[in-house]
């Protein structure tokens, strides 16, 4: 199977976020996977995307289909040079947040994917590199 | 150059049936004329009509300030005609095509009424030029600015139609939940559904999110907020359609409704409500 190129979208407004989920959604959906798994990812999506936009002064998504020792993934990098996140292991943490959310996005996104990875430096920015494998 | 010493509307005036001629077999030609969506002869007439309203409007003298009034009948066509395109369907590319094909029939003129004469047919030809941009640039403005107001439109269509409040018995409401939940869809959903349940004394809203595609820890965080409102005026929410690949997904997520009922199909929850309320269907 050929997999499709990697792309990049934009982060800015909220539609930004509906258009992101719509397109992992789409994309994961031409790579094969379930409704569950769909529907995790998307979430997941959801989340990272409005993050980038409501706490990192907006961003990117890069979407990337992978295919490794014969499995299928999808890897989605959110991208924002936003104030970063001072401490890392507080964000993830059920419950905490620094705005007016439920305090889940983060720690729960990471439990909707298989592999979850996270940088932050105060002022520089913020990413957020997630993979779910079919 | 308002008052211009051009004979633009002298040609176009002793030429107006060879330059429509012309003008129809450039649109024919063009490949970017709907045959499906305009006809020849309306196509015709509507050409007519423009050149006759340009003609008019060149008699006075003005043949480039298209926002002196000699033009306004000319630009009221124009927008009317690319208002009517855009919800017709046609492209921008050929919105723009109408007046753009015009062109050529006009140089051909004037290069026949000019004769050898290359700087009285390079000015003539700028005149022209100039002229016809400012149309196309104008219909192209109009054809958006219709685009955009349909979108709108449809946006607040949209936004209305997603969220009716439905009496299915005697105290007993049904909100039905469509697509995606951003902040301002909420905020009328939550807004509706409060007046309802004063509106028709109800004790039961159920709430039924068979056509959210995800739910996210906003979409939860809205929903906790208005079953917390309707308990604060004394009904009990709700919340059923929640999907297998939503359960699961909202498990993961870490999000609980906490005591609010909740439901995996919008008849367990009338089901749930009759007994609450202490109906019985026979």
Not at chain 1, 40 to 56: C, I
Not at chain 2, 13 to 31: F, T
Not at chain 2, 123 to 150: C, M, N, P
Request: hydrophobic fraction near 40%; charged fraction near 25%; proline fraction near 3%.
């Amino acid at each position: 199977m050929s997999l499709p190129g990697p792309e990049t979208l934009e982060l800015k407004t909220s539609e930004d976020v509906v258009r992101a989920r719509q397109r992992v959604r789409v994309c994961m959906k031409d790579q094969g996977f379930g409704l569950v798994d769909q529907t995790k990812m998307v979430t997941a999506t959801s989340e990272l995307a409005r993050n980038a936009v409501d706490y990192g002064l907006g961003g990117t998504m890069r979407i990337e289909s992978l295919e490794e020792m014969g499995r299928i993934g999808i890897r989605l990098v959110f991208l924002d040079h936003g104030p970063g996140i001072p401490d890392i292991d507080l964000a993830l943490t059920d419950g905490y947040t620094s705005g007016h959310g439920l305090g889940l996005g983060l720690g729960g996104s990471k439990r909707l994917v298989n592999e979850f990875e996270i940088w932050s430096k105060p002022d520089e920015g913020t990413r957020v590199t997630i993979t779910r494998w079919r | 150059m308002t008052k211009s010493t051009s004979r633009l509307n002298d040609i176009l005036e002793k030429n107006e049936k060879e330059i429509l001629d012309d003008w129809m077999r450039e649109q024919l030609a063009s490949g970017t004329l709907r045959k499906d969506l305009i006809t020849e002869s309306e196509l015709r007439k509507q050409s007519a009509e423009l050149l006759g309203l340009i003609i008019n409007a060149t008699r006075s003298g003005n043949v480039t300030e298209i926002s002196g009034t000699e033009w306004k009948p000319v630009l009221d066509f124009l927008a009317a005609t690319s208002k009517t395109r855009a919800a017709q369907g046609f492209s921008p590319v050929e919105t723009a095509t109408f007046i753009f094909s015009m062109k050529q029939p006009i140089f051909t003129r004037l290069k026949k009424e000019a004769g050898s004469n290359a700087s009285v047919l390079a000015d003539e030809i700028w005149v022209a030029t100039v002229l016809t941009d400012k149309l196309g640039l104008f219909t192209a403005e109009t054809y958006q600015k219709s685009r955009e107001e349909i979108i709108r439109r449809q946006q607040m269509e949209l936004l209305e139609l997603s969220t009716p409040v439905i009496r299915i018995w005697e105290g007993i409401l049904v909100l039905p939940l469509i697509g995606t939940l951003d902040s301002s869809r909420t905020q009328i959903v939550m807004e509706t559904l409060l007046q309802n349940i004063v509106d028709t004394n109800s004790g039961i809203a159920i709430i039924d999110i068979t056509g959210v595609p995800a739910v996210d820890t906003l979409v939860a965080q809205h929903l906790i907020k208005t079953v917390s409102a309707a308990r604060l005026m004394g009904a009990q929410c709700i919340i059923s359609g929640i999907r297998p690949q939503i359960a699961q997904t909202m498990v993961h997520l870490g999000v609980a409704f906490g005591d609010v009922v909740t439901k995996a199909s919008l008849a367990d929850a009338l089901k749930y409500a009759f007994r609450q309320s202490g109906i019985t269907v026979t």
